[in-house]
């Protein structure tokens, strides 16, 4: 009988039935069709193993501590030591000097989402993606102590892990060589504003940032969004806009897979669609096959209606250039 109404639930929702009010608690994890930004109080959202968890976003933070950045951490992977990462210690040169830091590689740094380390999903996908087609440093960050707690809290936190991210970029390469056209900075949902962050301390000199579906609760005209400006090309892919994800089109170039909406092709909740964008990403990494066509609006890359000219989604090209909204199809399964 209980599952006879949460199904009944779900079935009314997806209809199109009236919204819950403000305080409406969802029941069936990890849906969150109820939700509307600005006005919804608990929503559903993934941790680093994609596991929905109930979040209060009217949740009382007065005593957390928003200076958090300086308890980072670095994880450096590459095809010499590509499972157990070397930790890389800001200020501690001997942390690089015995490390297998490579200045002439190309450099990318990957910041998780919210109740996360960097042992999370998007950092392995990304990671591997990478050192499978290329010498690189991949440097995940560990921001923990301000990713786990409160949902809220970790919105507070973004600013400072976004500007240590910056300080430590700034001083491994003054210090140990290398260079910010060489820098790719990645960010999932919450990390995807650390990086924007990082980006925008670095005087937005950074060569690239990829935005994956960047956290949209908290973020309506929120300044530590992740923006256009960031760096020298900046990219997002949405898969849960309107939701988990921001809609809006706020980097240089938005591509927006299956109408960038939930649900995603094998998907049937918003978690699952949200975690999509680094999916979809290391996929784009790997095999670089997914062209999107440029839309005329935000509509028509709903509808994924697009028949403009072409471009490629994601990819770890340092020098790709472009802007626009694109739509496209995937599948439902890797590599989509």
Not at 114 to 129: C, L
Not at 174 to 191: A, K, P, Q
Not at 208 to 219: E, M
Request: proline letters at 6%; glycine letters at 12%; one cysteine or more.
């Amino acid at each position: 009988m209980e599952l006879f109404i949460l199904l009944s639930l779900f079935v009314s929702l997806c209809a199109g039935g009236p919204k819950p009010s403000s305080d409406y608690i969802p029941i069936i994890p990890g849906d969150n069709s109820h939700y509307v930004e600005g006005v919804s109080r608990y929503v559903w959202i993934p941790d680093g193993d994609d596991v929905p968890h109930l979040v209060d976003l009217h949740a009382p933070t007065e005593n957390f501590d928003s200076k958090s950045g300086a308890q980072n951490e670095y994880w450096l992977y590459t095809r010499r030591n590509p499972q157990n990462h070397q930790r890389l210690r800001h200020n501690d040169a001997n942390s690089v000097r015995n490390s297998n830091y490579n200045p002439n590689l190309p450099t990318a740094f990957i910041a998780h989402g919210w109740n996360s380390d960097g042992n999370s999903k998007v950092n392995t996908y990304v990671r591997d993606a990478l050192l499978h087609i290329g010498e690189y440093n991949v440097i995940a960050l560990d921001w923990r102590r301000g990713a786990n707690g409160l949902y809220s809290s970790s919105v507070r936190a973004i600013p400072d892990t976004g500007e240590h991210l910056a300080f430590f970029i700034s001083w491994l390469i003054s210090s140990f060589g290398g260079n910010l056209n060489n820098v790719h900075l990645i960010g999932y949902s919450l990390g995807a504003h650390v990086v924007g962050n990082a980006g925008r301390t670095l005087g937005r000199r950074v060569a690239r940032i990829s935005g994956l579906d960047p956290a949209g609760p908290q973020f309506g005209r929120n300044p530590q969004a992740l923006n256009s400006q960031d760096a020298t090309y900046v990219e997002c892919i949405h898969t849960d806009g309107g939701t988990m994800g921001i809609f809006d089109p706020i980097c240089q170039t938005n591509f927006y897979p299956n109408g960038g909406i939930n649900p995603q092709p094998g998907c049937w909740i918003n978690t699952c669609s949200h975690s999509r964008s680094y999916q979809l990403y290391a996929a784009t990494v790997r095999y670089d096959r997914f062209i999107g066509r440029q839309c005329a609006n935000l509509d028509e890359a709903r509808r994924n209606r697009c028949g403009g000219s072409q471009m490629r989604m994601g990819n770890a090209n340092l020098n790709k250039r472009g802007f626009g909204l694109y739509g496209l199809s995937t599948g439902g399964e890797w590599p989509y």
